[in-house]
């Protein structure tokens, strides 16, 4: 065997050994963390705020207020959407139950969801979330109440994992947020 075509199936095997190694390890490794990350992305308390930062904007009305949330907590649950610009109102209406959701992570959950849609979007004053059993609305008026200051000020890592994620832990804060959001 001549020395050009042992380096040729070196070359081959090395290749071939190269796939399975990428194949077989990493892109399993790389799919699991990406798993790993959604599911993250659906507790409030260890949702990365970096993934909504992008839809910051002044004024509700586009389209693009929607998307984030997509990147929220309960972006997993079947949803459509409805603004109200005149009202500066955002209907989030779902099809399922709030029942169906355990009852301290819907608490949660609603309460995140809201203190960042108004802290990403300036001029929003109202969030509706519309489930087959109930609706609760959110104002802005309550959640700068329950966090105690320019929500928008929260935009920053530690901050947010401070003021909100760590708030949201303490059950008592949930129950007083959920006392001043309106549920019908």
Same mark, same amino acid.
């Given at each position: 065997m001549s020395l050009r075509n042992k380096i040729i199936l070196t070359l081959v095997l090395v290749g071939v050994v190269l796939f399975m190694v990428i194949q077989i390890v990493i892109l399993p490794e790389n799919e699991a963390q990406s798993e790993q990350y959604q599911l993250a992305q659906q507790s409030q308390l260890t949702?990365? /705020?970096?993934? =909504? /930062?992008? !839809?910051? +904007? $002044? !004024?509700?009305?586009? #389209?693009? +207020? /929607?998307v984030m949330f997509n990147h929220l907590p309960l972006s997993d649950r079947k949803r459509t959407f409805q603004l109200r610009p005149e009202k500066f109102t955002i209907e989030i209406h779902y099809e399922d139950k709030a029942t169906d959701i355990?009852? $301290?992570l819907f608490k949660q959950a609603m309460l995140y969801n809201s203190v960042a849609a108004f802290a990403l979007v300036d001029n929003l004053q109202t969030?509706?979330?519309?489930? @087959?059993? #109930? #609706? #609760? =609305? @959110?104002t802005r008026v309550a959640m700068q109440d329950l966090f105690g200051e320019d929500l928008a000020s929260l935009l920053t890592k530690e901050k947010w994992r401070t003021s909100v994620q760590d708030k949201l832990r303490d059950d008592q804060f949930v129950e007083e947020g959920m006392a001043k959001i309106q549920s019908i």
């Open positions: 949702h990365d /705020l970096e993934s =909504i /930062l992008p !839809y910051k +904007n $002044k !004024y509700m009305g586009a #389209t693009s +207020n /929607l355990e009852a $301290k969030v509706e979330y519309r489930f @087959a059993d #109930t #609706t #609760t =609305i @959110a």
